[in-house]
């Protein structure tokens, strides 16, 4: 077995058991249904918050949720860096410099302390957290994809495509787009596991909807109960969220290492 | 040279872990009783002067480190502060002033600074404005008569005139003659007060502030040399690790601390209480009695003590007042958890509503659970939480639907159902205390409101509060949810000196705490 293989296994037995806890488990993410605090057990799995919401179910649909931003931005990343970049290599010229200096502009902020600015100003939901966080994320997919176009330009087989009267869109779909194409998947990757994290950040600093159930509000929660280390309520309450949310990016990060050694190797 | 290197290293190891190490430098200095005393900052409460600090108690209570009023509060009642005595004859309260009280910078402080700061406070009101009675200043005129006597002149005598005349903070008129914008004056002279600390350092950023003992002061020396708030991650962790004398016990905690002979523990009864205020100008619909009590029904606050408070707490009120305090009338209607009885009522109003609240973490539980229990009974809630100072501005500029209110001082004088209830009275100041129901209006109400503060025989006034408690649990314009129950604990044998007031419970909010007893 392939370490990709073996690294999307994790992750499918991750969204299995999860998948359970959202669609199958009898206890809501929302909604207070046990007594505070209460240990794990077979009702409740992971036991429950202080007040007295299952921490599974929790966990379950933060899973989903987190999923659901980290692919919806490295999406909407894709997208945008990908058109940028190909854009700006492929135009060149004056274009190409105002665009290289927007991505370098992007690529020089500090990420978190914008992030945290923007984020109060726009307010908090899972929107806006997917909109700032590719708003972060496009600068760097466009910077490789724009390396890439120049480096295809260059091949005889498109300048002769060009003197038979090839299109811009023909050359794009026919050239263009399929070589660029696998790096854009392997840089979208990592967005995916980036975008978590810094959701999981942003939520944890209080910039998310502060009722969702994301990973990051649940560690923030649990963090925000004033000596939860003196008590026993952090190894069911912050270890379980603390630990999927590291073993899910480190999967997503070694996916897209794999996938990388995969393409290169492949060339 | 081998070993001397290794040498070097282990010492230079040994040098650094001492310096990381939590220490306490706490020991006495030369002059007072501690060189520094520690407690968890963090919170920008404002700069420390009356012009500039949070309306909220902890804002108040670092500027009154600085600045003095003529009298303060023990445990058992007023007690000689910049005024030595006082007498009170009809309309007139006579203060005398202690010869060698002084300002910061040396100049002594006369009648002649008392009689301008009520010039001043009249021309430029104060955050917090103990001579202001809706909206009018209580002092008619003054007299003074020489430099230490001055006699204050009220229009009207009131149960709370002497607690009121003796709260007000006195400014240098030297210096604040010529300020004519105070409210954007910030230069280092702002900062002189003739309090028992001078000015250290601000630090609004993190939340530090600095205050040096006064060593020249008139009254009880104070304990400590540098009185420091520092920012912590976790208070219970810094407590433990000496980086603070002072913390709140978290309940689950309690069982760690409270058989540990060197630990000193002092509670604090149903002094922070929460309350959902409903915007009856946006809702008009919960000018209906009827739907109000009903959201009393549709709450389980039972579950907000139990989950939030974590059952250190009392169920609200429906008179507002908690049972613990003096005032409390245990007559007061009470109203259920009846979800049914609610859901019956708000069946078929699609009533969808923005609940504001602040983003801390006891706020948003609390938000959590009103949810919740609202959209069970048919009601749509959506949660907007903001900083704790935008959700009282927003909530004094009456710009929300619903919104969680949490505050301390529950145990006071029930003088607050004036500021919060009267019409006359709500939202004239910028306390929490002050932010009553909105488009609610009730004559009997205001009517027992005012005249509990006229009314000089305590028995009487003592009956006219608990009147006017069962009142307000008949109309209920506001939803009490909950009162909570603190414990802040300290090393008794490195300083034990905490005191509440006999009207307020916050302790680390007295300026007693850091003077000498007697």
């Known amino acids: ?267 | 040279m081998a070993k001397n290197i290794i040498a070097f290293l282990m010492l230079s190891i040994m040098l650094i872990l001492a310096a990381c190490s939590p220490s306490q430098e706490n020991v006495a200095s030369d002059q007072f009783n501690l060189s520094t005393l520690k407690l968890a900052g963090g919170t920008d409460w404002g700069a420390p002067n009356p012009y500039l600090h949070d309306p909220r108690g902890p804002g108040t209570a670092k500027m009154k480190l600085i600045f003095d009023s003529l009298l303060e509060a023990d445990e058992e009642g007023d007690i000689a502060w910049l005024a030595k005595d006082w007498q009170i004859e009809g309309n007139v309260y006579t203060f005398t002033l202690y010869e060698n009280a002084r300002f910061h910078d040396g100049q002594p402080l006369t009648t002649a600074d008392v009689a301008f700061t009520i010039d001043y406070y009249k021309q430029f009101p104060p955050v917090t404005n103990y001579l202001d009675v809706d909206g009018e200043s209580i002092v008619e005129r003054y007299e003074v008569v020489d430099d230490q006597t001055i006699k204050l002149i009220v229009s009207e005598p009131m149960a709370t005139t002497l607690v009121k005349l003796g709260s007000f903070v006195i400014l240098p008129k030297h210096i604040w003659e010529n300020v004519s914008d105070p409210y954007n004056y910030n230069e280092a002279e702002a900062f002189i007060g003739s309090g028992p600390y001078k000015f250290g350092s601000y630090e609004p950023a993190t939340g530090s502030y600095e205050f040096l003992a006064n060593g020249d002061y008139h009254g009880p020396k104070p304990v400590t040399e540098r009185l420091l708030f520092v920012p912590v991650s976790d208070p219970l962790l810094a407590f433990d690790n000496g980086e603070i004398d002072l913390t709140d016990v978290p309940i689950d905690a309690m069982e760690k601390y409270k058989n540990n002979p060197a630990i000193g523990m002092i509670a604090k009864e149903n002094d922070m209480g929460y309350k959902l205020l409903v915007n009856m100008e946006s809702f008009s619909q919960f000018k209906d009695v009827k739907m109000r009590k009903a959201l009393y029904h549709a709450l389980n606050r039972e579950a907000i003590v139990e989950k939030v408070f974590r059952g250190s707490g009392t169920v609200g009120s429906a008179g507002y007042v908690p049972p613990t305090n003096y005032f409390y009338n245990e007559n007061v209607l009470k109203y259920d958890y009846d979800p049914t009885a609610a859901a019956a009522v708000f069946a078929d109003q699609k009533i969808a509503v923005e609940l504001l609240i602040s983003n801390t973490a006891d706020d948003v539980k609390v938000a959590e659970l009103i949810k919740n229990d609202l959209n069970n009974v048919g009601i749509e809630i959506q949660v907007l939480s903001v900083d704790t100072k935008v959700r009282d501005e927003k909530v004094l500029a009456g710009e929300y639907e619903f919104a969680v209110v949490g505050n301390g001082g529950w145990g006071r004088t029930p003088d607050y159902l004036r500021t919060l209830y009267s019409s006359k009275s709500k939202f004239t100041g910028s306390n929490p205390h002050f932010m009553g129901p909105l488009g609610y209006d009730n004559e009997l109400i205001t009517e027992l409101a005012e005249s509990q503060l006229l009314e000089l025989d305590f028995e009487r006034r003592k009956e006219i509060l608990q009147e006017l408690q069962y009142e307000i649990s008949k109309e209920v314009p506001i939803v009490v949810l909950a009162t909570k129950t603190t414990y802040v604990m300290f090393k008794k044998d490195y300083y034990d000196g905490w005191v509440k007031t006999y009207d307020y419970q916050q302790l680390e909010q007295n300026r007693l705490s850091y003077v000498e007893k007697k």
């Not at chain 1, 077995?1 to 009898?26: E, N, Q, R, V």
């Not at chain 1, 779909?173 to 392997?186: A, G, N, Q, S, Y």
Request: charged content about 10%; aromatic content about 14%.
């Open chain 1, 1 to 267: 077995m392939t370490k990709l293989k073996f690294y999307l296994i994790i992750l499918l037995i991750m969204a299995l058991i999860f998948g359970y806890g959202s669609f199958f488990y009898p206890h809501s993410a929302a909604r207070p249904e046990g007594i505070s605090l209460q240990r794990p057990s077979k009702e409740h799995f992971l036991g429950t918050d202080d007040l007295g919401t299952d921490i599974f179910a929790q966990l379950s649909k933060g899973f989903f949720i987190s999923v659901f931003i980290g692919i919806t931005t490295a999406i909407i990343a894709m997208f945008l860096g990908g058109s940028i970049g190909m854009v700006s290599g492929y135009v060149g010229g004056k274009t190409d410099f105002l665009i290289s200096f927007v991505i370098n502009l992007f690529l020089s902020l500090p990420q978190l302390p914008v992030m945290i600015v923007v984020g109060a100003f726009f307010g908090q939901s899972i929107g806006n957290v997917i909109a700032i966080i590719a708003l972060f994320s496009w600068a760097a997919i466009a910077k490789v994809v724009r390396a890439k176009t120049l480096q295809i330009k260059r091949n005889t087989y498109l300048h002769l495509a060009k003197s038979y009267g090839a299109s811009f869109f023909y050359l794009f779909r026919k050239h263009l787009f399929t070589e660029v194409f696998p790096l854009l998947l392997i840089n979208s990757l990592t967005v995916v596991g980036r975008a978590i994290l810094q959701e999981a950040s942003l939520a944890f600093l209080g910039l998310s909807d502060p009722l969702t159930r994301s990973w990051g509000l649940i560690i923030n929660k649990a963090m925000s109960f004033t000596g939860i280390y003196y008590t026993d309520y952090w190894q069911w309450w912050l270890l379980p969220p603390v630990t999927c949310l590291v073993l899910t990016i480190y999967c997503l990060r070694m996916i897209a290492r794999e996938a990388e050694n995969l393409i290169i190797g492949a060339d």
